[in-house]
């Protein structure tokens, strides 16, 4: 399959992307940046250097993603979703004299986004980080710890309110503090069946592995 590059789309050199997988108009994907196999990058859309993006991931319009992120296989990242790499980051030296450096240092943290998950539009995803499995982020979230694997996570901070399916169905919500134990739940969906002991989510129905 043909890989399909915008005329306007800016590629650096040393990027590598998949076999049919789309770059449309005024993306820029800054060099070393890996993309797999038909993946779909969204208009207006910055990539930094060094990031790992697997295969069939769809990343919207507006999306910013810094060094240092990795999102696995089959992610969903919502259209004005900006990711960050630097918990305290200042633009100069201590007297203002010098510019710091954009290159990577100890300051530099990462954040995975693991494969099926989904975040939302208009979402910041803080660093030193993960986003489970089929997790799913709540439009305009601000994500600032790991969200578990099927957890659904929203609000400012974001906090795990209930569980999804791998299909994106709601599974169960979560009172506040609440630990949950439920030995079956299937899906009203697809009919996937899950196990949930104290929040921790499993799959029941077995299922490819990713």
């Known amino acids: ?111 995975l986004v693991q494969a099926g998950a989904t975040i939302g539009a208009g979402c910041t995803i803080g660093n030193d980080l993960s986003i489970g499995r089929f997790a799913m982020i709540g439009m305009g979230s601000l994500v600032t710890k790991s969200i578990p694997d099927f957890h659904l996570a929203m609000g400012h901070p974001a906090r795990s309110v209930g569980c999804v399916c791998r299909c994106g169905q709601l599974l169960r919500r979560f009172a506040i503090d609440e630990n949950v134990y439920e030995p079956e739940i299937t899906c009203s969906a697809c009919g996937l069946k899950y196990a949930i002991a104290d929040r921790d989510v499993m799959e029941l129905t077995p299922t490819i592995s990713n």
Not at 44 to 57: D, H, Q, S
């Open 1 to 111: 399959m043909a890989i399909r590059i915008h005329p306007s789309a800016i590629v650096e050199d040393n990027v590598i992307i998949g076999e049919g997988s789309s770059i449309w108009d005024n993306v820029h994907i800054r060099h070393s940046t890996q993309i797999g196999e038909e993946c779909i990058v969204g208009e207006k859309t910055y990539i930094a250097y060094g990031v790992k993006i697997g295969n069939r991931v769809k990343i919207n319009a507006f999306v910013y993603i810094c060094n240092a992120v990795t999102i696995e296989d089959g992610v969903m990242i919502s259209a004005g979703t900006i990711f960050t790499n630097d918990r305290f980051p200042r633009a100069t030296t201590s007297d203002l004299k010098q510019l710091r450096p954009s290159d990577p240092d100890e300051h530099t943290l990462p954040t």
